[in-house]
């Protein structure tokens, strides 16, 4: 090398170096939030509350909110669509128990159950008599079984057990709780298989034509050999009953691969779903070919069901054809129910039924009896204790409508309609039918005097105001039971025996706690627990109505920074997330409530309200017009929302409308991404875990029902990756490296970084080790809190 050319070279790279050393300096460990964000993430949740069968006591559950990044690190295996770890064959980040307590009702009396060290457990359940509750405790090498009792209030260990939690929950009660069906890792299995050194030969997928198979972009999908061999050496159990009383352990059949277990509400046979080869690399666990067997106690087979090959191809918004949704039916000893298509799965064929409603008695032989047709989707089944009857909802794709029946089943077309409704008139909503568990385990329609119960969200344009009614099953009309007057806010959580209601009482000051409302209308706190965060309470809250320029009704709920003085003007942060409507009367309907005591989890962007941000929390962008092309009007509508909502924070003299960024998570942060490409509102942007390149996922997003092929330009149009030269404003994209969304691959993240760096834009990308769709570990939540706020400072 010539002398002049390595001189060259040694004061160019001199130079870099100064450069470097003068560049901002990009974090290479995680960050921590400023000391008034940090206070407020580290302050306990309010606990929750599961109600004991019999409605005499209840459990008060305390999560532990932000595991540390380390129990992410654990070992994982992605397989048809589940995550666990295959060193203790526990789903890969199980719900974790912080504290728990029982309560007595209706005295209010409460013990703690001290938690055992060593291990983590998971949320109890249940037993149908109320007497005990059965969780799993966790170690690094096994999911153990515990049991807790009410009366000694302590748990204990059952041995001899080695239970596998990779796909699902491995418990269920029998009828009369005195004994568990669990699934178990067999005894002796062999090691799992290894992927050999050197591949054995390419990976193979071919397609012969024929009809079209749409492929969804799902994530964590089997994609060879090896992860086949692996997924049936892990989903693999072997059946146990275990007799709480005696302690003994009873094997039933062979280990094989159960995609769901349900047990007779008499006791004596159990409702087995198998699934069995051939597996698929398109779909997950739940379209492989599945086995429906009848089993008695001994487990052997008394009949098969249902037998469903592989279901690859499903239409876009369509069901798998042959017997779905099989189950015992509760008010009586034996007999099943399921539901088929009848066109074809397809929900696009002409057909004047599209769903059927089947009973099969013992024993299971000839053909089920029909008992009641749909014209549209059966979309959910609510079963009467003590008769044949059952509340059966079909849903209307294209008006987005929800029919209710009352059916009964030995009366064929005796059927009456109980509710015809838009699921998006929040206002309409009847509420939930409240269902208990039977003795048999089942769950069933509570019943009291021929009423039916309902708990209702009870939406105004005021806010929530919820309610707990009593539906005459004779006349189908509702009275009102509870519905809270205010001020605070009053949540019925469950009728109780005698006439009382357990409710949930906050406001804007005062946390959540237990109330019990007696049948002449006293109520006495079962709880005092304290404001866990004060910080939060000098944040003013308010709801906030206004109109778009076409008329539609929207809103947010604003977030003022402590200390707020009347006229003053703050930087802002509009965080937000579209929903398509088919009517523009429902689309602005208010959600949630002023009243309601505010709780931050996660990274939200409440937060920044402590750093002296307003923030319009919660902006509605709706999109509003026929369910088919609603998508080709998206860019104008969401424009127009968000245009609408800093005009009305502007009127209010709480932003300075030169100073706002827009943000959103996932769908919102698509939304984001287009506001900044298309609009020249905003001087910033934070979009979290977002698609931006529909071209990547071209079997349909969202709502949108059309494929690319059929509607390219709509695909091309609302693509933030298609505008990458054209961005307004500097965005900060944040991804979860291991996003276990549909569609929300990483790739969208780093291609739209990529493609503005290539533009010369700016951008910042910031990826999260182990983080899945939402952000869970501790130090990830801190990180991308820190983020944004310095994000924010800096643009605003």
């Known amino acids: 090398m010539r002398p002049s050319i390595l001189l060259t070279l040694i004061l160019a790279a001199v130079a870099a170096g100064r450069c470097a050393a003068q560049a901002p300096a990009s974090p290479i460990s995680y960050q921590k939030p400023p000391r008034a964000i940090q206070e407020v993430l580290d302050a306990p949740p309010p606990p929750g509350v599961l109600l004991a069968p019999g409605g005499d006591r209840a459990l008060l559950v305390g999560l532990e909110r932000y595991p540390a990044l380390r129990e992410l690190a654990q070992p994982m295996l992605r397989l048809a669509g589940a995550r666990f770890n295959p060193a203790n064959r526990a789903p890969h980040l199980p719900v974790r128990l912080r504290t728990l307590a029982l309560m007595d009702l209706p005295q209010g009396r409460r ?57 699902g929950n491995p418990l269920t009660w029998m009828p009369g709780s005195r004994a568990l069906l669990c699934e ?28 079209p198979e749409p492929v969804r972009t799902l994530p964590d999908l089997l994609k060879d050999a090896l992860d086949e061999a692996l997924y ?98 509760p008010a009586q000893d034996a007999s099943l129910a399921w539901v088929e298509a009848l066109d074809g799965g397809d929900p696009k064929a002409a057909v004047p039924y599209r769903d059927v409603l089947k009973v099969l008695a013992p024993p299971y032989r000839g053909e089920a009896r029909a008992v009641f047709r749909t014209q549209h989707r059966l979309a959910g089944l609510e079963w009467f204790p003590a008769d044949g009857r059952v509340l059966a909802r079909e849903y209307e794709r294209e008006r987005r409508r929800v029919r209710t029946w009352l059916v009964d089943l030995d009366r064929s077309g005796a059927e009456r309609l109980v509710w015809d409704l838009s699921v998006q008139d929040r206002y309409q909503d009847p509420g939930q039918v409240v269902q208990r568990t039977l003795p048999g385990g089942q769950r069933a329609v509570l019943v009291e005097n021929g009423r039916a ?34 001020p605070g806010l009053e949540t019925p959580l469950a009728p109780l025996p005698g006439g009382r209601v357990l409710l949930r009482k906050e406001s804007p000051t005062q946390p959540p706690n237990l109330v019990l409302r007696e049948a002449d209308g006293s109520a006495r706190a079962l709880t005092d627990d304290p404001d866990p965060a004060p910080a939060l309470r000098r944040v003013h809250k308010e709801l906030v109505r206004y109109r778009r320029p076409d008329g539609v ?24 997330y579209p929903l398509e409507y088919t009517d523009a009367g429902v689309a602005g309907q208010v959600s949630g409530s002023p009243e309601r005591f505010t709780v931050l989890t996660g990274p939200s962007p409440v937060f920044m309200a402590l750093l002296g941000y307003a923030v319009l929390m919660d902006a509605t962008m709706p999109v509003v017009g026929d369910p088919r092309t609603v998508n080709d009007t998206y860019l104008e509508q969401v424009a127009a929302s968000a245009q609408a909502a800093l005009a009305k924070a502007d009127e209010l003299g709480v932003i300075d409308p030169a100073r706002v960024a827009v943000g959103g998570h996932s769908y919102g942060a698509f939304m984001a991404a287009n506001l900044l490409a298309h609009t020249t509102l905003f001087k910033a942007g934070i979009a979290r875990s977002g698609a931006y390149n529909r071209t990547l996922t071209p079997f349909g997003f969202q709502d949108e029902s059309r494929t690319l092929w059929e509607a390219p330009e709509t695909y091309l149009k609302v693509s933030p990756f298609m505008e990458a030269d054209r961005f307004h404003a500097p965005i900060l994209l944040i991804h979860g490296e291991a996003d276990d969304n549909p569609g929300t691959f990483p790739i969208q993240s780093e291609r739209l970084y990529h493609a503005l760096k290539g533009n010369g834009l700016p951008a910042r990308y910031v990826t999260l080790p182990l983080e899945a769709h939402a952000y869970q570990a501790r130090e990830s939540v801190e990180h991308t809190l820190w983020e944004m706020a310095r994000w924010l400072d800096r643009h605003l």
């Open 553 to 576: 009704e929207l809103s947010f709920t604003l977030y003022l920074p402590p200390g707020h003085q009347q006229g003053q003007r703050h930087p802002a942060l509009l965080w937000a």
């Open 111 to 167: 013990r703690e159950v001290p938690l055992p060290p060593g291990r983590t457990f998971g949320v109890p359940q249940w037993a149908p008599d109320g007497r005990a509750f059965a969780l799993t405790g966790i170690t690094s090498r096994a999911v153990e079984l515990w049991l807790g009792d009410t009366t000694g209030g302590r748990l204990r260990h059952v041995p001899g057990l080695r239970l596998n939690a990779c796909f």
């Open 453 to 486: 119960f309902l708990l209702g969200a009870g939406a105004t344009p005021q806010g929530d105001r919820p309610f707990l009614d009593l539906l005459d099953l004779d006349t189908l009309r509702a009275t009102r039971r509870f519905q809270g007057a205010g």
């Open 232 to 329: 049936t050496h892990y989903a693999a159990s072997q059946l146990v009953t275990v007799d709480l009383a005696k302690g003994t352990i009873i094997p039933l059949g062979r280990p094989a691969v159960f995609a769901d277990l349900q047990v007779s509400p008499d006791g004596r046979a159990i409702l087995a779903g198998l699934i069995h080869p051939p597996y698929s690399r398109l779909v997950g666990e739940e379209n492989f070919p599945r086995r429906s067997e009848v089993w008695d106690r001994a487990g052997r087979k008394l009949a098969v069901v249902a037998d469903l090959p592989l279901a690859e191809g499903i239409p876009i918004d369509g069901v798998r054809t042959g017997p779905r949704r099989i189950q015992w039916i």
């Open 184 to 211: 178990t890792v067999p005894a002796g299995q062999a090691r799992p298989p290894r992927r050999p050194e050197v591949p054995a030969g390419p990976g193979i997928q071919e397609f012969q034509g024929g009809r």
